[in-house]
T-cell receptor
Framework: EADIYQTPRYLVIGTGKKITLECSQT?????MYWYQQDPGMELHLIHY???????EKGDLSSESTVSRIRTEHFPLTLESARPSHTSQYLC?????????????FGSGTRLTVV | GQNIDQPTEMTATEGAIVQINCTYQ??????LFWYQQHAGEAPTFLSY????GLEEKGRFSSFLSRSKGYSYLLLKELQMKDSASYLC??????????FGTGTSLTVIP
């Protein structure tokens, strides 16, 4: 039973469309993250949050935005999807003061922009 | 910048032992993690090292040397289901996790 949920699992969308990838966790974790991962490649941090009303950009600029209005919810929005956004998007969460627990990852959203 | 290196691919035989190495250069160090990722799935947490030495967890062990910027993951009694990608990740200052590209392990009969 997953404690962190991502929807949709798969998405095919046309260029220029606005999309929101959902991520919710039931563990009460303060920290949440979005990563982008291409097949066989490393994970790149897109955005992260330390808690409600906290959002920061990661190393990879993906022309996306996030919001953290509630502890459990951390959606990622692409205002205008492009083929270069085709990738897998992984959401993760962790406890602020328990680094030894590492991340819990969601199952991911595989996005294809045509 | 952050630099984490792992071998790209490894192959080992069922029942054998395999060691996957990871070297890192990061701005600060708060711990090193190993994750397992099966194709098309999310990474799952395997181990955590913050002090030098060996941490053992069943068939999996992880070693850290902070002075050398080096870690390894040791998998014993390999099973076919251990075929996966193994990601080394460093928790650096600024509360960020930086991942290597992963080592794709293939276990053969």
């Amino acid at each position: 039973e997953a404690d962190i949920y991502q929807t949709p699992r798969y998405l095919v969308i046309g260029t220029g469309k606005k999309i929101t990838l959902e991520c919710s966790q039931t563990m009460g974790h303060d920290k949440m993250y979005w990563y982008q991962q291409d097949p066989g490649m490393e994970l790149h941090l897109i955005h992260y949050s330390y808690g409600v009303n906290s959002t920061e950009k990661g190393d990879l600029s993906s022309e996306s935005t996030v919001s953290r209005i509630r502890t459990e919810h951390f959606p990622l929005t692409l205002e205008s999807a492009r083929p270069s956004h085709t990738s897998q998007y992984l959401c993760a969460s962790s406890e602020y003061y328990r680094a030894d627990y590492g991340y819990t990852f969601g199952s991911g959203t595989r996005l294809t922009v045509v | 910048g952050q630099n984490i290196d792992q071998p790209t691919e490894m192959t080992a035989t069922e029942g054998a032992i395999v060691q996957i190495n990871c070297t890192y250069q990061t701005s600060g160090f708060n711990g090193l993690f190993w994750y397992q990722q099966h194709a098309g799935e999310a990474p799952t947490f395997l181990s955590y090292n913050v002090l030098d030495g060996l941490e053992e967890k069943g068939r999996f062990s992880s070693f850290l040397s902070r002075s050398k910027g080096y870690s390894y993951l040791l998998l014993k009694e390999l099973q076919m289901k251990d075929s996966a990608s193994y990601l080394c990740a460093v928790h650096s200052l600024g509360n960020q996790f930086y991942f290597g590209t992963g080592t794709s392990l293939t276990v053969i009969p």
